[in-house]
């Protein structure tokens, strides 16, 4: 039985056109690094996890919409709101923002919903308040587990290939969490522990491919003669992987889609990051992880 060869076999240069998929990968670094400034002087649309604030567990008697509750905050011009629909119940979690410049939005929360919603029995359940030290300990603990994260892996790599490939692995995966930074950023989208959760998962997800192709590099360079074909054997890896790596990312990308699309507001953030994440972080594994050993390798001979 003949099978169908969705993507077939490739022979692209991929060591000669390092130098354009350099500087793409130079402007999305920028921005990243920009984006990141913005987030450590807190000017970026950062949720109340890293703001501080106050959060609301409440619940409805009867059935609330959460494009009503949007809506009834909209009129009532009442900014900086996140709401979280509890599934399978009537339960919301109502985060704020910006204690210190709306002392009195919980009492305004409360009196528009009992206004608002008198018939379907409101009531709050719980109430927390996010100081903004503990938010700035939580954004502290967030960078330090992507230093961690990103540690462990030159270890990794270190270890099981050798320390160039576990220096180029590290720097892709930066230039992929990067990479989805700088694009919430520019779209304004609020980064919270879910966003954290998403860069961490597509640094994994990134990493994975990657070794992919080490891997096969390695297998490759047993049977190279001299030093001078190493360009040779990344290019040839690199599209004797190329099926398995596009096909395992268009699988990937139609489940994460699919929570994009039909997942609703309390997992846009979170499935927007991983969607974006997955397709700069199989870029980076084809184009950036690969020619940066070689590079390295060219100028260390």
Not at 34 to 62: E, P
Request: with cysteine; proline share 0%.
């Amino acid at each position: 039985m003949k099978q169908i060869e969705i993507i077939k076999d490739t022979n692209i240069d991929f060591i000669k056109q390092r130098k354009k998929v350099f500087v793409i990968s130079a402007i999305i670094v920028c921005l990243g690094f920009f984006a990141f400034i913005m987030v450590w002087l807190g000017k970026a649309n950062l949720s109340v996890d890293f703001t501080g604030g106050i959060q609301l567990h409440i619940r409805f008697d009867k059935k609330v919409d959460i494009g009503a509750l949007r809506d009834v905050f909209a009129k009532n011009d009442i900014k900086n709101v996140q709401i979280q629909e509890i599934s399978g119940t009537n339960e919301f979690l109502i985060k704020t923002k910006s204690v210190e410049e709306e002392k009195n939005i919980q009492d305004k929360i409360e009196t528009v919903l009992k206004n608002t919603f008198a018939d379907r029995g409101f009531q709050v359940l719980a109430t927390n308040m996010v100081g903004a030290s503990v938010g700035k300990t939580l954004k502290k603990d967030a960078l330090l587990a992507m230093t961690i994260s990103f540690i462990c892996i030159i270890i990794y790599i270190a270890w099981r290939f050798s320390f160039i490939f576990g220096v180029a692995a590290t720097i892709a995966t930066f230039h992929d969490v990067l990479g989805v930074l700088g694009i919430f950023y520019i779209l304004n989208m609020e980064m919270n522990i879910l966003f954290i959760t998403a860069l961490l998962t597509i640094a994994g997800y990134s990493l994975t491919d990657t070794v992919v192709v080490f891997d096969r590099i390695r297998e490759n360079m047993s049977r190279m003669k001299s030093k001078s074909d190493f360009g040779e054997v990344i290019n040839k890896s690199i599209n004797e992987v190329l099926r398995r790596t596009l096909i395992t990312s268009l699988t990937t990308l139609l489940a994460v889609g699919a929570i994009l699309f039909l997942g609703g507001k309390t997992l846009l953030d979170f499935s927007l990051a991983l969607f974006i994440g997955i397709i700069i972080g199989t870029y980076s594994s084809i184009f950036v992880a690969s020619p940066l050993v070689f590079l390295w390798r060219k100028r260390v001979r």
